[in-house]
């Protein structure tokens, strides 16, 4: 089982090389002083490669990944990982139903302080019985594919598991949403 949802796309970017092009047709239409090649050529430049370098930056971090097979599955967002053994489904199963949430200050998986624009948080409880939320464009797609996935990655992973009560310590310093 493979779920792959993008974190970002490239419209940002065509966006801004169209409205540049647009700029540059009405400077070259319009009367008055025209700006010298070089500083159209320079502001191209700059505008397109931030655009190009925002848009990669959010595919990469906000990327949101289901493979693997066996031990080695796993649910990716970014640069986190969480093993599908350490996900507990049945709180998952009551979160589609609408009997369970998420804990007040969970962290987003993925890093950051809050979940990207656009984006819904799914919260997955995992097996030390903290709750993260995984930022999604379409929980009931990426929840499906979890319960899909989950199964064939944890034989009998139906349990929930006991809260670890020194799991949540408050501290992140230089840890990631999952610890070191």
Known sequence: MSYVEPGGSR????LAAAALAVLGLLDGLLPGPDLPPLGWALGVVVVLGVAAALCSVARRAWT????????????????ER??????DAAHLRAVREGTAGVDAGAPVLGGGWS???GRTGLP??????????VP????????????????????GSGTSQAADPHAPDGRSRDRGTLGP
């Open 64 to 79: 949101v990944r289901i493979g693997g097979r066996g031990p080695e599955s796993a649910l990716t967002v970014g640069r």
């Open 11 to 14: 419209r940002p970017f065509w």
């Open 136 to 155: 999604t464009r379409d929980p009931a797609a990426l929840s499906g594919a979890l319960l899909a996935a989950l199964p064939a990655a944890v034989p």
């Open 124 to 133: 997955l409880r995992l097996a030390d019985g903290r709750t993260v939320l």
């Open 115 to 117: 979940l990207p624009r």
């Open 82 to 87: 969480v093993p599908l053994a350490d996900v």
